[in-house]
């Protein structure tokens, strides 16, 4: 299969296509940069609107995971940013794509978990409704902006992906230096859920959506057993021998991030992904511990 992948660098796009280039498939990323004479690549621009289309023809799949990082203190510039990378990006690839003579019979394109908002207890699934923050507003128009992709018979996944765990990257990799010197606590209130997926999970996933011709339209890709914050920091210090007593309070989240970014920190949501497990998904870590022992072997035995 000819697959073309956006954000193929990232924390799950480089975990991606080492499997699927393991697995002989022709993986060709679509980037940002110009791309040199005879190089294996797509390039292309959301901001100027620019895109390879002669080279996007005949690609059987395409897998679209770029867009600015969340992380970081949210200006309006940087906000501007998040929103611009996600949703002109998708609308430029989707309709670059439904103009192709050969078109990909699946795109699989990612979303988030913050499409729900902040939920507090309340069980989530792929049925609920939209919640009403700035992340919320986003993954609906995220989402929305597949559209042309779908109405030109496109299978379209939009994958809701939750927070990716791996010691590589990502929200772990930035909390395990604290932990590990008993520094570590929960954040703010510590009873916002986290809706948390280990990074094989979420690639097996991909995998099964794209090989899956009943999975359509939102998929929730976080494991079946989400877990408040407190009991995430609970489990992360007992595992690493550590206290995790030192609360981060909401104040000290609002100076270091700002209003807006402090609050989806402190924000959650109580996922599940009953649409990927009724299509017969089989998660191989479904209980935080039994992640957490499996991502932090490797690196405690190193040390």
Not at 152 to 161: E, T, Y
Not at 187 to 208: C, E, F, K, R, T
Not at 275 to 289: M, N
Request: glycine share 10%; hydrophobic share 45%.
């Amino acid at each position: 299969m000819k697959i073309v992948v956006s954000g193929s660098t990232g924390l799950i796009g480089s975990a991606l296509t080492q499997v699927l280039q393991r697995r002989d498939q022709d993986v060709v990323p679509l980037v940002r940069r110009r791309v040199a004479p005879g190089e294996h690549a797509l390039a292309w621009d959301a901001e100027r609107g620019t895109i390879d289309r002669v080279g996007l023809e005949g690609a059987d799949a395409v897998i679209h995971l770029a867009g600015e990082n969340v992380f970081g203190r949210w200006s309006a510039a940087k906000k501007r940013r998040i929103r611009d990378s996600r949703v002109q990006g998708t609308r430029l690839l989707c309709d670059a794509l439904a103009g192709l003579h050969r078109r990909p019979t699946t795109l699989l394109a990612a979303s988030a978990v913050g499409y729900y908002g902040d939920r507090g207890e309340e069980a989530v699934t792929e049925a609920s409704a939209p919640g009403e923050d700035f992340m919320a507003h986003l993954a609906r128009d995220w989402e929305a902006a597949t559209a042309p992709a779908t109405h030109a018979g496109i299978r379209v996944v939009n994958m809701r992906i939750g927070v990716v765990l791996t010691t590589t990257g990502g929200a772990l990799a930035i909390m395990l230096p604290a932990f590990r010197l008993g520094l570590g606590g929960p954040i703010g209130s510590g009873d916002q859920y986290l809706s948390w997926i280990v990074l094989d999970d979420i690639v097996n996933a991909m995998l099964h959506a794209l090989n899956n011709q009943n999975l359509v339209g939102p998929v929730n890709l976080t494991a079946p057993a989400p877990v408040t914050n407190r009991d995430f920091v609970t489990t992360l210090g007992r595992l690493l021998r550590r206290p995790a007593v030192f609360r981060v309070p909401a104040l000290a989240l609002r100076m270091i991030f700002g209003t807006d970014s402090a609050a989806l920190v402190q924000s959650g949501q109580r996922v599940l992904p009953a649409r990927l497990t009724a299509s017969g998904f089989d998660f191989a870590f479904k209980d935080i511990e039994q992640a957490l022992r499996y991502l932090l072997a490797p690196a405690e035995r190193a040390r």
